[in-house]
C-alpha cells in the first residue's frame, strides 16, 4: 500500500478547548463555575477554552473531578491534537538538501511508485514526506550517513551513491520488519538446509519463491529478494534481527538460474562463516575489500552445490558433453545448469555451450524492469 501524504486542513482541526465549550453547553455551567471546580484561574479556563492555551495535566485532573470525566480523556485529546498539528507543519520542515536527495535516489523513486509503495502525483515535499515514512528516517540528508565506509576499493568508489545505499539499506530493514521468524539459525542444520535448497531446485518450478522462503524461514533465517540500483553495488545483505532470526536480501543481478542460486549459497556462507555479527549487518558488495571473506562465502558455495573431490575428477577426465554433465550433476542433486556454469566460469568451456540448458527465471527480469 502506497505511503499517503495528503495533509489536512488548519481549519478542520479541533481545538480540546472546544470540547470543553461543549460540555459547558450541555451542563449549563459557566467558565467561572467550571473554573472553580476544577481549580484553575478562570482567565487560564478561558485561554483554554478558546485555544491559545494547551490542556494541562493539572486541569486534565481537575476536569476529571469537576465533569467525571477521565483525565486521560483529556490528555488524549490534547496529544491528538498536537499530532495533527505537527503533521500539518510537516511539509514546512522539507528542505531543499531533501528535495535535492530525490534526484539522488531517482531510481529507487521509480521503482517505489511501480511496486505502489507511494503514490503518483506528488509534490517534491509530499514525495519526501512519504520516504521518510516509508525509509523510517527522519530525514532524507540522513541517508547517506547509513551507508557503510571501508567496504569498498577506492578504484571503485565512483560507482558508490551513497544517498542509494542508504536508501536500499533502509528498504532492506522494513522488508526484515515485515516477517516474524520463530526459528532459530543452527549452524550444526546447514547440511540439512542445503539438500533442501537442492530439493527446490531440482523440482524445476519457474517460481519458486514462496517455497525458498517458507524453507529459509524453517531455519531461522528471514529471506527476501530486492532489485539492484544503480550506485548500490551490493550483491546480498544478512543481519540478525531483533527476534534473534537471521535477515537474508538477495539482490537480483540476473536472471540465469546459475548466478541465483550461486549467489544464494555465497550469502549463506557469509552467515555459516559467523560473518553476520549481533552488532549489525553484514553487507556483501561488489568490489569488496575483503577478500578473505569473499573468497570463504565462495568456497562454502563451490563445495555446497558440487562436491570439490567429485568435480576434480569431472573436470580431470576432459568429458564436457551433456550427457556426461547431466550425469555427474545428477550425483551431487543438483541440475545440469549448476555444473554448466561452474565451468563457463572457470573457463574450462565456452559461454557460449550450453546455453539452452540454462534456464532464465523471467519474474526476475519483472522485477529488474
Not at 500539518?88 to 528542505?95: F, G, Q
Amino acid at each position: 500500500m502506497a505511503v499517503k501524504n495528503r495533509g489536512i486542513s488548519h481549519d478542520l482541526l479541533i481545538h480540546p478547548g472546544e470540547t470543553i465549550y461543549d460540555v459547558l453547553e450541555e451542563r449549563g455551567l459557566t467558565q467561572k463555575e467550571l473554573a472553580q471546580r476544577a481549580g484553575v484561574s478562570e482567565a487560564f479556563l478561558s485561554d483554554v477554552i478558546h485555544g491559545s492555551k494547551d490542556i494541562s495535566k493539572g486541569l486534565a485532573m481537575g476536569l476529571e473531578y469537576a465533569l467525571g470525566v477521565p483525565n486521560s480523556f483529556w490528555l488524549n485529546l490534547q496529544a491528538n491534537y498536537d499530532a495533527e498539528v505537527l503533521s500539518l507543519h510537516e511539509e514546512e520542515s522539507v528542505r531543499e538538501e531533501e528535495k535535492e536527495v530525490l534526484t539522488s535516489i531517482h531510481e529507487i523513486v521509480v521503482y517505489l511508485r511501480k511496486m505502489s509503495l507511494i503514490e503518483d502525483g506528488l509534490t517534491q515535499s509530499q514525495m519526501v514526506i512519504s520516504l521518510r515514512k516509508l525509509l523510517q528516517v527522519s530525514s532524507l540528508t540522513g541517508l547517506k550517513s547509513l551507508a557503510p565506509t571501508g567496504v569498498f576499493r577506492m578504484s571503485d568508489s565512483a560507482l558508490v551513491n551513497p544517498d542509494v545505499l542508504g536508501a536500499w539499506l533502509c528498504l532492506c530493514k522494513v522488508l526484515g520488519t515485515a516477517e516474524t521468524i520463530d526459528s532459530r539459525f543452527e549452524s550444526e542444520k546447514v547440511d540439512e538446509l542445503v539438500s533442501g535448497i537442492k530439493e527446490i531446485m531440482l523440482t524445476g518450478k519457474k517460481d519458486f519463491r514462496k517455497e525458498l522462503r517458507s524453507l529459509l524461514a524453517q531455519y531461522g533465517i528471514d529471506f527476501s529478494l530486492l532489485v539492484n540500483f544503480r550506485g548500490a553495488p551490493v550483491h546480498g545483505y544478512a543481519a540478525r534481527k531483533e527476534d534473534g532470526s537471521i535477515q537474508m536480501v538477495l539482490t537480483l543481478r540476473g536472471s540465469f538460474a546459475d548466478i541465483f542460486w550461486f549467489s544464494l549459497f555465497h550469502e549463506l556462507g557469509h552467515i555459516v562463516n559467523g560473518d553476520v555479527s549481533k552488532a549489525g549487518g553484514f553487507i556483501d558488495v561488489q568490489n569488496s575489500r575483503d577478500e578473505r571473506r569473499e573468497a570463504a562465502a565462495d568456497s562454502f558455495a563451490c563445495e555446497a552445490l558440487l562436491d570439490s573431490g567429485s568435480y576434480k575428477n569431472f573436470v580431470n577426465k576432459g568429458v564436457y558433453s551433456y550427457t556426461a554433465i547431466r550425469n555427474y550433476a545428477k550425483t551431487q542433486n543438483v541440475p545440469p545448469y549448476v555444473v554448466i556454469g561452474r565451468l563457463q566460469k572457470e573457463k574450462i568451456i565456452p559461454w557460449s555451450w550450453y546455453q539452452k540448458y540454462k534456464p532464465r527465471y523471467k519474474w526476475a527480469e519483472a522485477e529488474m524492469s
